[in-house]
C-alpha cells in the first residue's frame, strides 16, 4: 500500500521537439518603446506615446461584418456613439461602406446617404474627435464639412489618390491603412513573403504621395492593415515585428479586434483573442488601437502600458 507522502516514480523525460540552442546564444531582450509624437488634427491634436489612444468603430453600414447593420439606424448609431465615448474611447471611427472580404464598392452618393444622418446628430455632442472610414475624396469633404476631424483611408491612396489634396485642405489628421489587393480579391491572394518590409516600403511610398499632396507630416498615422489582404500567418508576422515599422518616423495604429484570424464560434472567445492581439500590438509600439469593444480593450491596454512603463524605467 502506497503512503500519502512516497514519492511517485515518473517516467523518463521525453526528448525536445527541437534541440535546445547552444550555451553561447542569447535571446536578446525586447526593448519596445513607444516615440512621443502630437498628431495635429482639424481642430486640435492628440499627445501620442504616454498611453495608448483607443478609436471606438461605429459602423453604420447594413453589411457590416462585425455587427451585421445593427447601427445602421441614425439614431441607433447617435446612441452607440455616446456610449463608446462613456466607456473610454479618445476617438470615434465612424464607416459607411463595408471592407469585409468580398464586399462590392458603393457610391460616394450612398456612402453620404448613410453618414450625414449620423454625423449631423453627432455634431458638437461629443467631447472626443470624429474619424470617418472611407477612401472617397468627395465623401471626405462632406464629413469635414460637418465636423470630422479625421480620415480614416483604408486604402492608402491608392483608390483615390486626390483624397490627400481634400485632407490637407481641410488640414485633417490622415491614417494611412496598407490594403494588398481589393476586397473582391483577398480570398484568391497568397502569403506575403516578407510581409512587414513590403508594408515599410508600400506605406514609405505613400506617405511621400500624401506628403506631396500638401498634407502635412505631423498629421499623418500608419496603419500596417491587419486583414487587408493579408493570410492569418501574414498577420501574425506583423503583430511579431510591428516595431519595424518605427523607422518611418510616424505614430502606428492598429485594428485587430475581430478580425477572422482572431476568429472563434464564440463571440466572448473572439472578444479574448482580440484582447491578446491589442496587447500584443501595444507591446510591440503601437500609439492608437481601433477596437469595437472599447471598455474590454481599455482594460487590457491599461495593463499594456503599464509593462512598456517598466521598460522605460
Known amino acids: 500500500m502506497r503512503l500519502p507522502?512516497?514519492?511517485?516514480?515518473?517516467?523518463?523525460?521525453?526528448?525536445?521537439?527541437?534541440?535546445?540552442?547552444?550555451?553561447?546564444?542569447?535571446?536578446e531582450p525586447d526593448n519596445t518603446v513607444r516615440k512621443l509624437f502630437f498628431w495635429k488634427l482639424k481642430q486640435r491634436e492628440i499627445?501620442?506615446?504616454?498611453?495608448?489612444?483607443?478609436?471606438?468603430?461605429?459602423?453604420?453600414?447594413?453589411?457590416?461584418?462585425?455587427?451585421?447593420?445593427?447601427?445602421?439606424?441614425p439614431d441607433r448609431a447617435y446612441a452607440r456613439a455616446i456610449e463608446l465615448e462613456?466607456?473610454?474611447?479618445?476617438?470615434?471611427?465612424?464607416?459607411?461602406?463595408?471592407?469585409?472580404?468580398?464586399?462590392?464598392?458603393?457610391?460616394?452618393?450612398?456612402?453620404?446617404?448613410?453618414?450625414?444622418p449620423v454625423l449631423k446628430r453627432l455634431k458638437d455632442k461629443l467631447t472626443i474627435?470624429?474619424?470617418?472610414?472611407?477612401?472617397?475624396?468627395?465623401?471626405?469633404?462632406?464629413?469635414?464639412?460637418?465636423?470630422?476631424?479625421?480620415?480614416?483611408?483604408?486604402?492608402?491612396?491608392t483608390f483615390e489618390p486626390q483624397l490627400a489634396k481634400t485632407v490637407a485642405q481641410y488640414n485633417a489628421g490622415l491614417v494611412l491603412n496598407h490594403m494588398r489587393g481589393t476586397p473582391e480579391t483577398w480570398a484568391k491572394l497568397g502569403p506575403i513573403a516578407d510581409p512587414i518590409g513590403t508594408i515599410a516600403r508600400d506605406l514609405e511610398a505613400t506617405i511621400s504621395r500624401a506628403r506631396r499632396a500638401g498634407v502635412e507630416k505631423t498629421r499623418i498615422v500608419i496603419d500596417p492593415g491587419l486583414g487587408f489582404g493579408k493570410r492569418k500567418e501574414d498577420n501574425n508576422v506583423i503583430l511579431a515585428r510591428l516595431g519595424q515599422l518605427n523607422g518611418l518616423e510616424l505614430p502606428i495604429m492598429v485594428g485587430p479586434s475581430r478580425k477572422s484570424f482572431l476568429a472563434h464560434?464564440?463571440?466572448?472567445?473572439?472578444?479574448?483573442?482580440?484582447?491578446?492581439?491589442?496587447?500584443?500590438?501595444?507591446?510591440?509600439?503601437?500609439?492608437?488601437?481601433?477596437?469595437?469593444?472599447?471598455?474590454?480593450?481599455?482594460a487590457a491596454t491599461d495593463v499594456a502600458d503599464e509593462i512598456l512603463r517598466c521598460r522605460q524605467e
Do not use: W
Open 5 to 27: 507522502f512516497e514519492p511517485i516514480t515518473r517516467p523518463e523525460p521525453r526528448p525536445p521537439a527541437r534541440p535546445a540552442p547552444a550555451a553561447t546564444e542569447k535571446c
Open 47 to 73: 499627445r501620442l506615446g504616454e498611453r495608448t489612444v483607443i478609436m471606438g468603430v461605429l459602423n453604420v453600414t447594413p453589411d457590416s461584418f462585425s455587427d451585421g447593420g445593427k447601427y445602421s439606424d
Open 86 to 116: 462613456e466607456q473610454g474611447a479618445d476617438i470615434i471611427d465612424i464607416g459607411g461602406e463595408s471592407t469585409r472580404p468580398g464586399s462590392a464598392r458603393i457610391s460616394a452618393a450612398e456612402e453620404i446617404r448613410r453618414l450625414i
Open 129 to 157: 474627435p470624429i474619424s470617418v472610414d472611407t477612401y472617397k475624396a468627395e465623401v471626405a469633404e462632406r464629413a469635414l464639412d460637418l465636423g470630422a476631424e479625421i480620415i480614416n483611408d483604408p486604402s492608402c491612396l
Open 265 to 298: 464560434p464564440d463571440p466572448e472567445e473572439t472578444k479574448f483573442a482580440s484582447a491578446g492581439a491589442v496587447t500584443a500590438a501595444v507591446l510591440g509600439g503601437a500609439h492608437i488601437v481601433r477596437v469595437h469593444d472599447v471598455r474590454e480593450m481599455r
